[in-house]
């Protein structure tokens, strides 16, 4: 394999900064899903942790190196998961935060940033102005601007749950990945490749955000004006050249997969794995829902990446949920 940005030595050693609450999640079989799948299925769980999603695993090593550099502050943009996990990794290293959202960001998710103390402020725009946003706060500050997907951290971070994957189940056909700015995509990608490379890395997209599809399909960076997913986690418009070089690098595949597609993956899982996931979470899924012939016999191992979601709105898109009323 062609170098990515990606180190394994010290992905590795990330391990060691890593808070061990957010290592070593749950890796299961769940044959309840596969008689409707018709393949075998394996789930990675990211949503078993304090933050629920996989994203601590890379602000752990920001926050740390910047404790052991003094500095004060960091900023970040965020959908909501990055900030969740920026804040309560900064939290616990006496580290002044601040998260850039959108103002239409999930209710839950600024809510619970809010509740792990950072300073939160909210754009009228999407991601990408949020992103914006940031990058002038880190400026005028003086503070370190944390951008997802291009820090390394964040990649290398993400790349522990590859490690995790290949020591506990060194046979397996495919990997899921949910793909948006592309940490997890090449943070895993670079482990399997590096370490099981017979796998296939499958990235798995929204149809209705499909810029780093494209662009790894065209082999250049492609741009969208608009997104419309209710995968807010992956909904980005602008990829990163640098991040698109290691997704080139390290993806056999990238697939775009339709809104119904996702809420039924949602659905399955609850229904058949007792877990409530965000869109993001349930990627993995919807890619062998619209293509089981792919799958079909292949044990297939998906990453449930983010749990983090509006009850109202989760009832909306799957129906009543037993306990919760309708």
């Not at 409707?36 to 752990?60: H, M």
């Not at 970040?76 to 935060?97: E, H, I, K, P």
């Not at 993001?280 to 983090?308: K, P, Q, Y």
Request: with cysteine; net charge negative; hydrophobic share 45%.
């Amino acid at each position: 394999m062609q170098e990515t940005r990606l180190d394994t030595a010290r992905i590795r050693a990330a391990r060691r900064v890593i808070d061990p609450v957010f290592l070593d999640t749950p890796l299961y079989r769940c044959e309840a899903l596969e008689p409707g799948l018709g393949c075998t299925v394996s789930i990675k769980l990211e949503t078993a942790n304090p933050v629920r999603s996989f994203k601590a695993r890379g602000t752990e090593l920001v926050a740390g190196l910047l404790a052991d550099q003094g500095s004060r502050g960091v900023v970040c943009a965020s959908a909501g998961n990055l900030g969740q996990a920026l804040a309560w990794s900064g939290r616990g290293r006496g580290l002044d935060v601040t998260v850039v959202a959108s103002r239409f960001a999930t209710p839950a998710k600024l809510d619970r940033i809010r509740a792990l103390g950072a300073t939160l402020e909210l754009v009228d725009g999407d991601h990408e102005l949020a992103r914006e946003r940031a990058a002038a706060i880190a400026r005028h500050d003086g503070i370190r601007l944390l951008e997802d997907s291009l820090d390394l951290e964040t990649c290398e971070g993400a790349a522990t749950i590859g490690l995790e994957l290949v020591d506990a189940m060194p046979s397996f056909d495919a990997v899921l990945i949910a793909l948006g700015g592309g940490a997890l995509a090449t943070g895993v990608g670079h482990v399997v490749k590096a370490l099981a490379p017979a796998a296939e890395v499958i990235c798995v997209q929204p149809l209705g955000a499909p810029a780093m599809t494209r662009s790894w399909r065209s082999g250049r960076v492609v741009t969208t004006d608009s997104t419309d997913t209710i995968a807010d986690g992956v909904a980005g418009r602008f990829p990163i050249p640098a991040v698109l070089d290691d997704l080139l690098l390290v993806a056999d595949d990238a697939v775009l997969v339709q809104e119904a597609s996702i809420i039924a993956g949602m659905r399955m899982l609850f229904d058949y794995a007792g877990l409530v996931v965000e869109p993001s979470g349930a990627l993995g899924i919807a890619a062998v829902l619209e293509d089981r012939d792919r799958f079909a016999g292949r044990h297939v191992v998906t990453i449930v990446c983010g749990s983090n979601v509006d009850v109202d709105a989760y009832h909306r898109w799957i129906g009543a949920v037993p306990g919760h009323g309708s």
